[in-house]
């Protein structure tokens, strides 16, 4: 419509005053249904009168009288400097947020009482307000069946402490073992590093909870529980008070408990490494039922499997597993107690599964990274043994090469994890590192501290060089047709996930590259020529890609060292599926459920039909995509077709033919023809599709 132009003009001048300065408290976390009352002090330099004032939403009626907060200043208008202001505020659950609140002070100043040209000044600071909800009540912690507890807790919403209409979930955490702390002001939810681990989710409303997933005999498990807010404004509890149990015998069994998986750091190799497994004996069996003396067998357990034979069989509670590649395997074990009770060698469960604890070096610019976990049914991170103890090379510098104390780290507070900083480090020079870890079961009758250190790992700051690629990576070490045939006849032809097993040799150091390998990353392709993705990492020199639709696909396998150096990817390995497809040549439409349609060999014709449960899985449909079939009177006419694709749900690979014609007559009795192209999902291109003749009788 129109425009103006406007010339502004700011002068400058010199100002004898001083604004006032506002001192409020640090910034806070208060917990829902509580008062919070803070003295805000404001102090004029030039000793002129204040007026102090308050503003934020939290003073307006958006919320209800007695939920906001008042403040209230020495008294009307300008006071006296200095001068204080009373703050006062009680919020309940409603407000509890994920965001602070702010609240802003104003102080201004009054000059003209000594210089009427003076000029006015002010001064804002903010005070910012976290409301957290209270921590909910845990009330039950018991052992409810074999290795199964049942929590129970008050009812969030309709509690004393903060009841509340919002929606709310509760989030249950566990570990093995106490962690006793105490949240800080501020510290809602599990702090990070305490070992707890999230393993259930409950609605508003519900308040109880089963844990049966993987408890161990002998351990105590402790829970805590956290509630969070499902609206729009989130926000999070405290976390409740710890509450513990031991998994105790069940109707008298109790396995031996697995103490110690621990390396012997200085003989980390490839080949000569060394293990000491350590174990209970089976001490809260009832020993009327499982008499004393005991005799144990350890296994190994690899990829979930456990050995067919043990390694170790004996009366000893401790054995040296040796020949091992400490330096980049992980081993794990299980144990079993045998009892010379009546009938003889009475069998007790199995322990847990232990593995060794697994140092990861990364060197990072101008420091390295150590962090260390392992797969083990007691706890590495416990209150009552928070110090876990680090070795290095280059520590005393008249032995250079000696692996001695260097540090220690308190893991309740920092994790599993430490960075060495040494601002002595020498570029290019290699610094090698073991950890010794304490654990415990958190059972009184199980001796702690456990001890066990993890490998020797050695790395180089800044290192250009990189890993040696690997070599003759596989993809299911058996047979890929037998394999892929087992695999349909174990499952009864019912759809099923598949998974593919890669496993590969690491190349010896050579000129151009190192073997100093941090890990390994996988990467798949569905197609030869297809754009590979990154499915996963492993330490090891093996690898379970699971969840599949189908066995087809290619990888190939890259190493990255400490420094993050790549090397060459290793050779495409591709795996295909096995394309099956086969009809009967008799069926029966005469509506006595068996055999009344004709079709391929599903399980629901398995289920009626009086088949070999083995000859019958070898038969199954495999991997077909859409097919195409037809029928022909002995005349030579085409009395039905039928179209089917995975892609159309209306539709059945299996056909499933009654017997009529498209128009839905019933066909006679008598000998009738087919042609059928089916289209199979697999790489071989020349297996995509395939054209099937043949014939079947239709008796009634």
């Known amino acids: 419509?129109?425009?103006?132009?406007?010339?502004?003009?700011?002068?400058?001048?010199?100002?004898?005053?001083?604004?006032?300065?506002?001192?409020i408290p640090a910034d806070t976390c208060i917990e829902a249904n509580t008062t919070l009352e803070a003295d805000i002090l404001a102090i004029d330099p030039n000793n002129d009168p204040i007026k102090l004032e308050a503003f934020g939403g939290i003073f307006e009626n958006i919320y209800p009288p007695d939920l906001q907060a008042t403040f209230t200043p020495a008294g009307p208008g300008f006071q006296p400097s200095p001068t204080v202001g009373k703050f006062v505020w009680t919020p309940d659950c409603n407000l509890v947020r994920r965001n602070p609140y702010q609240v802003h002070f104003k102080a201004s100043d009054d000059p003209t009482g000594r210089n009427s040209q003076e000029v006015p000044l002010a001064s804002f600071k903010t005070y910012f307000i976290q409301v957290v909800a209270p921590a909910p009540l845990l009330q039950r912690a018991e052992l409810v069946d074999d290795r199964t507890v049942e929590l129970e807790w008050e009812d969030y919403a309709n509690s004393s402490t903060c009841g509340t209409v919002r929606p709310t979930s509760m989030l249950i955490y566990r570990k093995v073992g106490e962690n006793l702390f105490e949240p800080d002001n501020c510290e809602t939810g599990i702090p990070e590093g305490s070992d707890y681990q999230l393993i259930g989710r409950r609605d508003d409303g519900q308040t109880t909870f089963v844990d049966d997933d993987n408890l161990q005999f002998g351990s105590v498990y402790c829970y805590r529980i956290v509630i969070v807010f499902t609206d729009n404004q989130?926000?999070?509890?405290?976390a409740s008070e710890e509450m513990c149990i031991e998994i105790g015998p069940y109707e008298g069994k109790f396995p031996s408990l697995i103490t110690n998986v621990d390396v012997v750091p200085e003989l980390t190799s490839v080949d000569n490494g060394e293990i000491m497994i350590k174990w209970t004996s089976p001490f809260d069996a009832d020993p009327a039922l499982y008499q004393p003396p005991y005799r144990y067998e350890l296994f190994t357990v690899e990829n979930g499997?456990?050995?067919?034979?043990?390694?170790?069989a004996g009366t000893d509670t401790t054995f040296t597993h040796t020949g091992l590649n400490t330096l980049e395997q992980i081993y794990t074990y299980?144990?079993?107690?045998?009892?010379?009770?009546?009938?003889?060698?009475?069998?007790?469960?199995?322990?847990?599964?232990?593995?060794?604890?697994?140092?990861?070096?990364?060197?990072?610019?101008d420091r390295m990274d150590l962090s260390w976990n392992g797969d083990v049914p007691w706890s590495i991170n416990v209150s009552e043994?928070?110090?876990?103890l680090i070795f290095r090379n280059h520590v005393n510098p008249d032995d250079t090469t000696a692996v001695e104390f260097y540090a220690s780290v308190d893991v309740t507070k920092e994790g599993l994890r430490f960075t060495d900083q040494d601002p002595d480090f020498i570029q290019g020079r290699e610094y090698c590192y073991y950890v010794e870890t304490k654990g415990s079961y958190g059972n009184p009758k199980v001796e702690s501290p456990l001890i066990n250190r993890t490998?020797?790992?050695?790395?180089?700051?800044?290192?250009?060089?990189?890993?040696?690629?690997?070599?003759?990576?596989?993809?299911?070490?058996?047979?890929q047709l037998e394999h892929c045939e087992k695999l349909f006849e174990e499952n009864n032809c019912q759809p099923i996930t598949f998974e593919n097993f890669l496993s590969w040799e690491p190349q010896v150091s050579g000129n151009d590259c190192q073997n100093d390998i941090l890990e390994y990353e996988v990467y798949f392709s569905e197609q030869q020529e297809g754009d590979f993705q990154l499915v996963g990492t492993t330490i090891t020199t093996s690898f379970v890609h699971q969840g599949l639709p189908s066995l087809k696909g290619c990888y190939y396998i890259v190493a990255i060292d400490r420094s993050g150096n790549a090397s060459p990817p290793s050779e495409i390995v591709c795996m295909d599926n096995c394309p099956f497809f086969i009809l009967p040549n008799i069926f029966t439409p005469n509506a006595d459920g068996i055999n009344d349609t004709f079709s391929t060999l599903t399980r629901e014709i398995i289920l009626k039909g009086n088949v070999n449960m083995e000859e019958a899985n070898k038969q199954c449909p495999r991997?077909?995509?859409?097919l195409d079939?037809?029928?022909?009177?002995?005349?030579?006419?085409?009395?039905?077709?039928?179209?089917?694709?995975?892609?159309?749900?209306?539709?059945?690979?299996?056909?499933?033919w009654t017997g009529e014609t498209n128009g839905g007559t019933e066909l006679e009795s008598g000998t009738y023809f087919y042609e059928v192209e089916v289209e199979f999902d697999v790489l071989d291109q020349s297996m995509k599709k395939q054209k099937y003749k043949g014939w079947v009788r239709i008796v009634k």
């Open 234 to 238: 989130g926000g999070e509890s405290y």
């Open 385 to 388: 043994h928070p110090t876990h």
């Open 305 to 312: 499997e456990i050995s067919s034979d043990p390694i170790y």
């Open 455 to 479: 490998q020797l790992e050695c790395g180089r700051l800044n290192d250009g060089i990189p890993p040696c690629e690997p070599l003759t990576l596989i993809v299911n070490s058996v047979d």
């Open 1 to 23: 419509m129109g425009y103006v132009t406007r010339d502004m003009q700011i002068i400058v001048e010199l100002c004898d005053n001083e604004p006032p300065e506002i001192l």
């Open 623 to 626: 991997f077909v995509e859409a």
């Open 334 to 365: 299980q144990v079993r107690a045998i009892a010379a009770t009546s009938p003889p060698d009475e069998e007790l469960p199995l322990s847990a599964p232990a593995s060794n604890i697994r140092l990861r070096l990364q060197s990072e610019g």
């Open 629 to 656: 079939i037809k029928f022909y009177s002995p005349s030579g006419n085409m009395v039905y077709d039928y179209q089917a694709s995975l892609s159309d749900p209306s539709t059945d690979i299996n056909i499933n």
